[in-house]
Every structure is written in C-alpha cells, then in structure tokens.
C-alpha cells in the first residue's frame, strides 16, 4: 500500500509564512516527480509547483517569488514554503507523488493526498 499524507495547514494572518509538508509512505520502489496543487472554493485546482526526483523545480508563473517547493528524498518527504500570504492563496492544498511500487515499470502512477486548508485571514 502507498499513501500520500499532508500536513501543516491553518490559519495564518495576510503577510504571514506558512510550510506545508507531504511524506509518501508504504511500498515505494521509486519516488518520481512529486508537487503542489491548490484549490479553492468554486475553482478549477491549479498547480503550484513540482520538484523532480533529482530537485529540478517547475513553478507556475502566478506562484513563484513568494512559494518555495523543496524535498527531502530520505524522508520521502516534500515541501511547500508559503511567504507573503493573501487572502486569495485561501484554498485546499493538494500533494501528488508520483510513485513506482515495484521493479515493473507499470507499477506506476500518481497518488494524491486527501489536503490540507489553508485559510489566510485577519
């Protein structure tokens, strides 16, 4: 079994920082690309950024500057630094792991976590 799980929303005043954080877990042969998507209420889910297995980062034009994507490959884990929140980044976070669970190069696909809220207010 693989899950995807994220962690680290809340409540965070306008101007403040926030860092999201998403560990995939159970039988994972290889850990592909892995990234963020946002939706909010009445939208279509937008993608944030993504990371590759070896770090190379992708950020839609609207997001880079003030977020961040990193990852940690020991911990499976991968990262999103919010800076300079705005009410409009009011939205449910979205992880997707793109993971292989054995040798098969068919034992392959996305896996998505369930979300994590981000809410910025004051």
């Known amino acids: 079994q693989v899950q995807v799980v994220e962690s680290g929303g809340g409540l965070v005043q306008p101007g403040g920082s926030l860092t999201l954080s998403c560990e995939a877990s159970g039988t994972i042969f290889r850990l592909h690309d892995m990234g963020w998507y946002r939706q909010a209420p009445g939208k279509d889910r937008d993608l944030i950024a993504t990371?590759?297995?070896?770090?190379?980062?992708t950020y839609a034009d609207s997001m880079e500057g003030r977020f961040a994507i990193s990852r940690d490959n020991g911990q499976k884990t991968v990262y999103l630094q919010m800076n300079s929140l705005k009410p409009d980044d009011t939205a449910l976070y979205y992880c997707?792991?793109?993971?292989?669970?054995?040798?098969?190069?068919?034992?392959?696909?996305?896996?998505w976590g369930q979300g994590t809220q981000v809410t910025v207010s004051s």
């Open positions: 990371i590759t297995s070896g770090g190379v980062t």
């Open positions: 997707v792991a793109d993971i292989q669970w054995a040798s098969h190069p068919s034992t392959r696909k996305h896996f």
